[in-house]
């Protein structure tokens, strides 16, 4: 059985240890994923090209995939890269961004699933409800309302894809299907700014870069994100000033916050 996620314990190991977290993510959101990482304290890097991603893998401590604006040629660079962070055994994050939008994304999401081990597997309810099966289809990159049991489905998955399924919503939920999470930290701002997705995914792989437990690396992300998205919300008059206080916010934080605003239950 876990211990309690010691969730600021590994916010300041960020910043102690300043991993490199590699890139192949979304061209729409990817400075704002720089950015979020390097907030953090920690080091970004992103390397699309087939020629060197597998390469700048052996500099990193974690791997970050999104496939939000994808073509077949950047999935192919991705696997090599997935592979690469495989033989060297650092953890692999796949956000299955848009998954459910198209055949073309539910096929490479599978393909990249297939062909390296993923070790956090990230998305909204629509997303991940599409790679486990179900008859879904997503809003563009915004969730559509799914039937049935999310954490149910979270689990199954994660159980058949030996893997930690993380999804991203009203009530997150972070499960390796022995171990589930709920995180109800956030606030409905985050809608409002593109990329927040994106950057959470940005966000638990840098914890993973420094925590081997893919649970507890994206418990902890996912509360540190939200908790600061919370503080910014309070002093935002819009989706420009919250996305200025959110980058503050999170860089300002201090384990007296996180332990006083933290909201997580085990189930």
């Known amino acids: 059985m876990r211990t309690k996620i010691d969730v600021a314990g590994l916010f300041e190991k960020i910043r102690k240890e300043n991993p490199v977290v590699h890139h192949l993510t979304n061209w729409v959101t990817i400075s704002d994923c720089a950015q979020i990482v390097k907030t953090l304290g920690a080091s970004p890097v992103m390397a699309h090209a087939r020629e060197e991603a597998a390469d700048m893998v052996k500099i990193a401590s974690s791997l970050v995939l999104n496939i939000g ?25 796949l956000d299955v961004c848009g998954a459910g939008a198209t055949p073309l994304r539910d096929q490479k999401c599978l393909e990249l699933l297939r062909e390296a081990r993923i070790d956090i597997l990230k998305g909204n309810t629509s997303e991940i409800a599409r790679i486990a099966g179900e008859n879904v289809r997503t809003r563009g990159v915004d969730a559509a309302a799914v039937g049935g049991d999310l954490a149910a489905i979270a689990q199954t998955l994660a159980r058949s894809r030996k893997c930690t399924v993380v999804v991203t919503g009203r009530e997150d939920i972070v499960t390796d299907g022995g171990v589930t999470y709920l995180i109800k930290n956030g606030h409905e701002m985050m809608t409002r700014l593109v990329g927040t997705g994106c950057m959470a995914a940005s966000v638990i792989g840098t914890f993973a870069a420094v925590e081997k437990d893919p649970v507890a690396a994206a418990v902890a992300g996912l509360v540190c994100f939200e908790v600061a998205a919370e503080l910014a919300a309070e002093r935002s008059k819009g989706p420009a000033t919250f996305k200025e206080k959110l980058f503050d916010d999170l860089y300002n934080l201090d384990a007296k916050t996180i332990e006083r605003l933290q909201k997580i239950r085990n189930v």
Not at 73 to 88: D, F, I, T
């Open 69 to 93: 604006t994808l073509t077949p040629e950047l999935v192919e660079a991705m696997k090599l890269a997935a592979q690469s962070a495989n033989a060297k055994g650092i953890p692999v994050v």
